[in-house]
């Protein structure tokens, strides 16, 4: 069975940063794509940053210059540094993968149970 859990999030001040892991475990054969999504108070989920296998990266306007993806294809893992934060930033992250399992025809969409950030003074 695959899971996806996320790492790292917190409160944090504005200006400060923050890491974030996302760590899939189970029986995985290959990932694709990973991304990470927010969901802020009172509104939907949305996109922060995408990374691809061979790691081009697109990311939601109002995060480019603030925000890094990144990741570990050794161990399966996907990161988020978070620098500048803003109080707008605050949301629950939640981690995404293409996953393909031992066994599988194809790749499906994973979600993590996402990680709170708190950016506040």
């Known amino acids: 069975q695959v899971q996806l859990v996320e790492s790292g999030g917190g409160l944090v001040q504005p200006g400060g940063s923050l890491r974030l892991s996302c760590a899939p475990s189970?029986?995985?054969?290959?990932?694709?794509?990973m991304a990470w999504y927010r969901q802020a108070p009172g509104k939907q989920r949305a996109l922060v940053a995408i990374i691809t296998v061979n790691s081009s990266t697109n990311y939601e306007d109002s995060v480019k210059g603030r925000f890094t993806i990144s990741r570990d294809n050794a161990k399966n893992t996907v990161f988020l540094q978070m620098n500048s934060l803003k109080p707008d930033d605050t949301a629950v992250y939640y981690c995404?993968?293409?996953?393909?399992?031992?066994?599988?025809?194809?790749?499906?969409?994973?979600w993590g149970q996402g990680t709170q950030v708190t950016v506040s003074s």
């Open positions: 995404n993968a293409d996953i393909s399992r031992f066994g599988g025809l194809y790749r499906r969409n994973y």
């Open positions: 189970g029986n995985i054969f290959s990932i694709g794509a």
